[in-house]
């Protein structure tokens, strides 16, 4: 059995299991590209691509594949609060196809849709979750593998470990992809090794040469310990895994009365969401592009440990691929000599 030969490489044609993981608004056409040349897979986020890094959408896709031959994902995040949302989103998945995109990564709601819009056309859609309630509706809808996302991930981290997760729903029959902490080599070869058919990282890729955030933005990154990575409410209502920083700290971790009032009845929660959503878009677009860190949310996983500069995106897929190589000669060579 071959670590770099796995069902996700297969669904995608891909050479190396590693998803370069979307990222609002870090995920830049240039990022993506360059985990894709290398033998990962860049995932584009439709969001980041158009109002964080102003690209025209078909022309974004279009310029991504002018920068690299190779497969690239998309995300949809296709939580249904607002009406114009959704079809903004149908219209982006059918875009997305007509441009040769065949994966898809879809997060909350439910993912039946992509999946009816993406199979006839031979593409595969990959779902996220944190717990098995979430897989048992992504299975469900029938979804072609899923996305563990686990508690040292970037973004919004899940409640359990990637070894309780791979218990949790390793039955179901789907591949499953590593979400969260992977920042080293080592680190990718050992969620291989516990039967992730695929990692996907976040945070490792912001501190890239690639990555258009800012400058203070990748230092903070290369510089953190895990004991600096806190989740805050303050962002978009729910715990979202940030870098400690006197701002941070300044403004608080936990939601303000009103909005958490705003959060308990049925529609008040919608509203509340929609507010969020649209209040965090803002905020994470400028803290991520300004140079002076003043308005300093930094997200970041715990993976943060493990990076420790500022590197090539295609040396770093290089490097981790090289490291599971080695691992899968060994085996070979125990396997012939035994
Ligand atoms: C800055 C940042 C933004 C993210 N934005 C998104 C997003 O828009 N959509 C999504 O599905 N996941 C998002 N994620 C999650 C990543 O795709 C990935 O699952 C996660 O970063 C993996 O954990 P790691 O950061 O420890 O590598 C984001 C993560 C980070 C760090």
Redesign the pocket.
């Known amino acids: 059995m071959s670590l770099l030969d796995t069902p996700l490489t297969r669904h995608t044609g891909i050479e190396v299991p590693l998803i370069g993981?979307?990222?609002?608004?870090?995920s830049n056409p240039e990022l993506v590209a360059a985990v894709s040349d290398a033998g990962g897979v860049g995932?584009v986020?439709p969001i980041?691509l158009t109002y964080v890094h102003g690209h025209d959408y078909r022309e974004g896709l279009r310029y991504i594949r002018r920068l690299t031959p190779k497969p690239i994902g998309f995300?949809a995040?296709i939580e249904s609060s607002s009406r114009r949302y959704h079809e903004r989103m149908v219209r982006w998945v059918a875009i997305a196809l007509e441009e040769g995109i065949r994966f898809f990564?879809t997060?909350l709601g439910n993912p039946r849709w992509v999946v009816d819009a993406v199979t006839p056309m031979g593409g595969v859609v990959y779902h996220?979750v944190t717990e098995r309630k979430w897989a048992l509706k992504g299975l469900q809808a029938g979804v072609h593998g899923l996305?563990a996302?686990n508690n040292?991930?970037?973004?919004?981290a899940g409640p359990k470990s990637a070894e309780a997760l791979i218990e949790e729903l390793g039955d179901l029959g789907l591949p499953l992809v590593c979400?969260?902490?992977?920042?080293t080599p080592e680190q990718f070869v050992q969620a291989l090794r516990l039967g992730y058919a695929g990692v996907?990282?976040?945070?490792?890729f912001?501190a890239t040469t690639e990555c258009r955030a800012s400058e203070a933005y990748k230092q903070a990154i290369v510089r953190a310990s895990e004991n600096d990575i806190v989740l805050t409410e303050r962002v978009s209502g729910v715990p979202l895994?940030v870098i400690d920083t006197p701002y941070i700290r300044r403004m608080g971790l936990k939601a303000g009365p009103l909005a958490r009032w705003m959060l308990r009845g049925q529609r008040r929660k919608r509203w509340m969401r929609m507010i969020y959503a649209l209040k965090s878009f803002y905020q994470l677009k400028h803290a991520s592009l300004d140079e002076t860190g003043e308005k300093d949310y930094w997200?970041?996983?715990?993976?943060v440990a493990g990076i420790n500069a500022v590197e090539p995106a295609g040396a770093i897929v290089r490097r981790f691929a090289a490291a599971a190589a080695v691992v899968d000669a060994a085996e070979k060579r125990v396997g012939t000599t035994r």
């Open positions: 993981g979307a990222m609002y608004p870090c995932i986020q980041s995300n995040l990564i997060s996220d996305i996302v040292r991930a970037g973004g919004h979400a969260g902490g992977v920042g996907q990282l976040g945070t490792r912001i895994s997200q970041a996983g715990k993976s």
